[in-house]
């Protein structure tokens, strides 16, 4: 008999939450993909070709500026409780935060804007 794998597992488990987390990402994936038509890949890759040691730093070094900014921004909201000045949607920061962290990934495995 075949071993159930994890994926098996949680979605026989907890289908509700699985099949939440995958419509997440497919609304992540979506939202990354336009942006991507309207910005391109220039502004992860800050002008370079992501070549060098160096490119990369860059890149990354940028990457956490943006992450770091979301962190501050749920800091201030929902630790310190201050109220949205900004009308952005929690949730935005969040999925932010997710993508901003998968970005990171692709950059570190040099198939950013390939």
């Known amino acids: 008999m075949k071993e159930e794998t994890a994926i098996e597992y949680c979605e026989r488990k907890y289908p509700e939450m699985t099949g939440e987390f995958k419509k997440i ?3 992540m994936y979506e939202t990354f993909c336009k ?3 309207n910005y391109g890949p220039s502004n992860i ?3 370079t070709a ?5 490119d990369l730093k860059l ?5 956490w ?3 770091n900014d979301k962190i501050q921004r749920l800091k201030q909201l929902v630790v310190l ?5 900004v009308g952005e949607p929690i949730q935005d920061t969040y999925q932010d935060l997710s ?6 990934l692709i950059v570190q495995r040099k198939k950013w804007g390939k």
């Not at 992501?50 to 160096?54: F, Q, S």
């Not at 890149?59 to 990457?63: F, I, K, P, R, V």
């Not at 409780?81 to 000045?85: I, K, L, R, T």
């Not at 993508?99 to 990171?104: D, E, L, Q, R």
């Open 50 to 54: 992501l070549e060098t040691k160096d």
């Open 65 to 67: 500026f943006r992450i």
């Open 59 to 63: 890149s990354l070094t940028g990457l």
């Open 81 to 85: 409780g201050q109220p949205d000045e």
């Open 25 to 27: 990402q497919e609304e």
């Open 99 to 104: 993508v901003y962290g998968i970005i990171a």
């Open 35 to 37: 942006k991507q038509r």
């Open 45 to 47: 890759s800050v002008g």
